[in-house]
C-alpha cells in the first residue's frame, strides 16, 4: 500500500512524555479528526469549529472550508 492508498492525512502532531496529540484528516470526506493518547489509553473525535460543526479541509490539507 503506497502513501496515497492511506486513507488518512497526518495534518499536526504534538507529543511530550507519555502523551500525544494528533490532528488527522479523512482524505475522503475532508473531516478533520483530533486523537490523543496517554500512556496505554486515548481517544479520537471530530475536530468541531465554533458551530459545533466537523472542521473540513480539502482532500489535500491545504484549505479550511
Not at 492525512?9 to 470526506?29: A, N, P
Request: no cysteine; proline share 3%; aromatic share 10%.
Amino acid at each position: 500500500m503506497g502513501k496515497k492508498d492511506h486513507r488518512f492525512i497526518l495534518k499536526f502532531r504534538q507529543s511530550t512524555f507519555g502523551e500525544e496529540l494528533r490532528i488527522m484528516v479523512d482524505r475522503e470526506t475532508g473531516v478533520n479528526y483530533l486523537f490523543y493518547s496517554v500512556g496505554t489509553g486515548g481517544g479520537l473525535a471530530p475536530l468541531l469549529d465554533k458551530e459545533g460543526k466537523p472542521v473540513i479541509s480539502d482532500v489535500y490539507g491545504e484549505n479550511e472550508r
